[in-house]
């Protein structure tokens, strides 16, 4: 396989943007248009909603393990959110890298950045819409927004924008398929960069080394 | 053009890559099978070649004229080489750009780095043969260079591998039509860097600003 002179780790893929960007539609459809992604499935101790299957949506935790969770340095990321914790288990994400899959994990902005702190190989991808209007329209288009929470979720993402300078990529989210083929590159090329490939470059270094000596 | 929603401007596209690691041959791959490439030519006090033309290959220029470049912040780098200048002209790669074409320039490591000091957002690109014995082959296939020389040349390639992890990317060298097609996919997705595209960040930013407070 082609890629697999580059680095033979996965790649960790943080995807970020405003609500209503298409974040999630972007993510269904490049993991189940390439082999090569897995989607990581967040722990959370919110009950679970009628449909929801643990593993699928959310591994569902209680409090206690949750914390233990914490403690033990199991989780990625984590935060607390409407008095329910949300957090990213460390074990399927590294071991599913391991593996040479790409995982994508859909994170806001704080979480994204602490991720890049300690995943400094981490992709950073920011879904932005094609123009303010657009976004304005798709939340309206939902339906099931009260005026008041639609204008909410525009303060929230005037806030975030202010980050999206620290990210690796924008996406602008116009057309579905020329997105996702977009995100698919920019994860593929992601295992040419040269902190990906220390191995290779130190072998090579060595044996030039070597051979420029006679050895 | 689909690409233009992002970043109208061209890329500055810096090669660079040890002596036979194949650079030339890719860049003029690069150029012949995409429309959006133009190839920077150098300018130089040494003597024309038979065969050699003005403007292609170089731009010939007297020690005068050149010195005058020097002075006049005319040119994006330049070194002197066995008692004769080379240097890249400004003007042509700027004009380039501002026409939305991507520019290649192959440069070894030093000029490379300075470049980035002034073009934050080229893109710097490593090319690298598979393996060193593979290097060595081509460089002893060549058959028209002693020992010495390819001695000397792999000490070189020594030194400048000390630099590969300043470059954006590496590009190994093994199947000509697959790293041209990688090198074109890093230049295209270059356009969604969130540096390159800050008047659509902003224009973002200050209509979110404007519809979250009802402006």
């Not at 935790?61 to 233990?68: L, R, T």
């Not at 083929?181 to 130190?202: C, L, S």
Request: aromatic share 10%; with cysteine.
């Amino acid at each position: 396989m082609k890629t697999m002179k580059y680095s033979k780790k996965g790649i960790l893929v943080v995807v970020s943007g405003f609500s209503g960007a298409g974040k999630g539609t972007l993510m269904n459809r490049l993991v189940s248009t390439y082999e090569n992604y897995a989607l990581s499935v967040s722990m959370t101790t919110r009950q679970p909603r009628p449909g929801e299957q643990n593993g699928r949506e959310y591994f569902f935790s209680d409090v206690e393990a949750f914390e233990e969770k914490i403690q033990k340095d199991g989780l990625i990321e984590y935060a607390s959110y409407c008095g329910n914790y949300y957090g990213t288990p460390k074990d399927y994400v590294i071991s599913q890298l391991e593996l040479g899959k790409d995982v994508i994990l859909e994170i806001e902005i704080q979480g994204a950045l602490k991720i890049k702190d300690t995943f400094k190989d981490a992709l950073l991808l920011f879904v932005m819409p094609p123009s303010v209007d657009e976004l304005y329209k798709r939340l309206i288009g939902r339906g099931t927004e009260t005026e008041e929470v639609i204008l909410k979720r525009l303060e929230r993402a005037y806030e975030e924008s202010e980050g999206i300078e620290k990210y690796d990529y924008i996406v602008i989210n116009d057309d579905l398929d020329d997105c996702v083929q977009e995100m698919h590159q920019m994860i593929k090329i992601a295992r040419n960069v040269p902190v990906r490939n220390i191995e290779f470059i130190e072998n090579v270094r060595t044996e030039l080394k070597g051979i420029s000596k006679g050895e």
